[in-house]
Structure formats: C-alpha cells, structure tokens
C-alpha cells in the first residue's frame, strides 16, 4: 500500500491539474508487467483553461485510462 501511495503522490503532481481527488483505489498497478490502470477519473472544470479552447468543461470523466 505504501507502493500506490507514493505513486499517487507522484502522480497528482502531473494530472492534479486535471483530474479531482486521485487516490489509491483508483489505481492499479502490474508491478511485473509495468501497467498502471487508472479507473474513474473526474475531470476538473478547469481542466482546459490554459489550452485556450473556444470550450468549457461542465463535467468530464474518464472511465478507464490505461
């Protein structure tokens, strides 16, 4: 648990903008094989602002990122 816990960390650092609340038990990780699985991710709204896109996120979710 230890293991996923640091991942995480180092993984809200980079989608943190992005993605709302990432823990642990969104994650899977084959520690053999190298996959990292992310399950039920919820967009933030401001996901895209820096991209100054003619779009606003109302509500976004990202089932299953692998």
Same mark, same amino acid.
């Given at each position: ?5 640091? &991942?995480?960390?180092? @993984?809200n650092? $980079? ?17 053999? !094989? !190298?996959? &990292? &699985?992310?399950n ?6 401001? +996901?895209?602002?820096?991209l100054?896109?003619? &779009?606003?996120?109302? +509500? !976004?979710? @990202?089932?299953? $990122?692998?």
């Open positions: 648990m230890v293991f996923e816990s640091l &991942v995480v960390d180092l @993984i650092r $980079y989608l943190g903008d992005f993605v709302e609340n990432l823990d642990t038990s969104q994650l899977k990780i084959g520690i053999w !094989g !190298g996959d &990292v &699985v992310l039920n991710l919820n967009l933030k709204e401001s +996901a895209l602002d820096d100054d896109l003619p &779009v606003k996120i109302k +509500a !976004g979710h @990202i089932g299953k $990122y692998r």
